[in-house]
């Protein structure tokens, strides 16, 4: 049996979904699952990642987990706890969903320092382990949603700085693919899309998904930073206008680790946006 943590968000979602279609036994767990939110005949628990000893139950009899790290700023209060327990059920297989800024951004305490710090937790575990370092995901797009249903724009800084942004649905299907298959204890996968993209590319794009234009509008870092801070801390903030804003090389380089473990390159930001027209109309 597969745990699945973070099961209702943009990459727990599609891994569910993987494992499922591959009729894995899987436990979809976060605070807010429903039956509702996973597919047909896949267990669910709400569980909150802040009290370890909850998961007993829910790792009793699984043979692997798929751990998120939380996100920058909302890290995982006991990563050690969480590993205790999973071990102690049985768990002799950790996939972790980390970040790219571990690598690129390591003296950043909202990125590097923070990941790290779980990063190393899970190699101690003495369990198999694969770590997915991510870039950036295509599904930051969303916060474009309501101005592009209602006015038809995008706002964001940078507008001509490039990332390699990656669908998470292909996050999902490498996580899936280091759960069930054997050779991959020990790797380090850097996850990331087949191609750099600006946001005013990527406006264009939506645009021509839903079949009309969208007006691109470029911010000033304080404007960006003013509205980024309504939803994110401080120090996340800073560090992300960083990379967003002047990316090092390993930030925009072009991983091979997608394809590496799929056989198949990644999809690309127009393959996304087709897949979530409904969000922009």
């Known amino acids: 049996m597969i745990v699945v943590t973070g099961a209702t968000g943009n990459v727990g979602r599609p891994l569910v979904q993987a494992l499922a279609a591959a009729d894995e036994q899987v ?13 047909e005949g896949v267990q669910y628990r709400q569980v909150d990642l802040a009290a370890p000893e909850s998961l007993r139950p829910v790792f009793d009899g699984a043979d692997a987990v798929f751990l998120q790290d939380g996100g920058a700023g909302e890290h995982l209060l006991s990563p050690q706890g969480i590993l205790d327990v999973a071990k102690a059920g049985g768990v002799r297989r950790v996939v972790l969903l980390s970040s790219q800024g571990v690598a690129t951004r390591p003296q950043s305490s909202s990125h590097g320092q923070i990941g790290r710090s779980i990063e190393d937790a899970i190699r101690q575990s003495g369990m198999d382990w694969t770590i997915l370092r991510p870039g950036g995901f295509a599904s930051n797009a969303f916060a474009w949603a309501e101005t592009i249903r209602t006015e038809r724009t995008a706002a964001a800084p940078f507008g001509d700085t490039g990332l390699p942004w ?82 090092t090389p390993a930030e925009q380089r072009i991983s091979p680790d997608v394809e590496q473990v799929l056989g198949r390159a990644p999809r690309t930001f127009a393959e996304w946006a087709i897949r979530n027209i409904a969000a922009f109309r």
Request: proline share 8%.
């Open 27 to 39: 436990t979809a767990v976060s605070r807010g699952v429903s039956g509702v939110a996973v597919p």
């Open 166 to 247: 990656i669908d998470p649905a292909d996050i999902g299907e490498v996580a899936a693919a280091a759960l069930r298959e054997d050779g991959h204890t020990g790797q380090v996968y850097e996850l990331t899309g087949p191609a750099l993209s600006t946001p005013r590319q990527r406006a264009e794009v939506i645009g021509d998904a839903i079949g009309e234009p969208i007006r691109f509008i470029e911010q000033t870092r304080d404007e960006a930073r003013a509205q980024m801070l309504q939803f994110m801390p401080e120090p996340v903030v800073e560090t992300t206008l960083d990379i967003i804003g002047n990316p």
